[in-house]
């Protein structure tokens, strides 16, 4: 029976309150289009050019104040006051390295073969340089296997790329797919055979 009552008591409050929520709208409302006043397009009046750029000025401050927001606290690392020269200069070179971590990736579309017959197979590549007595190498790394080791030549080249470390496959001819590799020693090239 309490169940039932109040049951009854909610229902009358919610068709009470929803009498509240229907707003009464004049039929004529829908019925006439709407008409906008002489009077409001003789209010209209044209932009300045002063007018246009003292927006402008405003909007800039307000991007440089969010940008000053948004900027790092504190000096990199290269710009640490320390009185030696070469601890500053060494510092640098730190600093570099640090950034040397981040190795390039590449993805290989099709088989290449190596000049020692094997092959490379399609995937995604880390892609890293070494150095020993024989001379340059780019070796193709998944996660941490080996995957191949190809001699390479350090031709200087940085061939126009922004960041410091690089890696892209470039076709050629169909016939080979030329590597290049850059990071902070060393700009390498080599020209590897696809798989027919």
């Not at 919610?14 to 003789?42: H, R, T």
């Not at 030549?153 to 126009?160: A, F, L, V």
């Amino acid at each position: 029976m309490k169940k039932l009552l109040s049951l009854l008591l909610s229902a009358l409050l919610v068709l009470q309150f929803s009498g509240v929520c229907y707003a009464e709208i004049s039929d004529d409302f829908w019925d006439e289009p709407m008409k906008i006043d002489d009077a409001a397009k003789n209010q209209q009046k044209s932009v300045t050019n002063q007018e246009f750029e003292k927006v402008m000025q405003f909007f800039e401050k307000k991007k440089k104040k969010k940008e000053e927001k948004n900027k790092p606290k504190g000096n990199p690392l290269w710009q640490n006051n320390v009185e030696n020269e070469d601890a500053q200069s060494n510092d640098i070179s730190d600093a570099l390295k640090d950034i040397k971590d981040d190795y390039p990736t590449a993805m290989l579309p099709v088989t290449l073969i190596t000049p020692e017959q094997s092959e490379i197979p399609p995937g995604y590549y880390r892609i890293l340089s070494a150095k020993n007595d024989s001379g340059y190498f780019i070796n193709f790394y998944q996660g941490n296997q080996l995957i191949a080791k190809v001699k390479a030549i350090n031709s200087g080249n940085d061939h126009n790329q922004k960041s410091l470390n690089y890696a892209k496959l470039i076709p050629h001819d169909n016939t080979y797919m030329k590597v290049i590799y850059g990071d902070i020693d060393c700009n390498l090239e080599t020209k590897l055979l696809i798989k027919q």
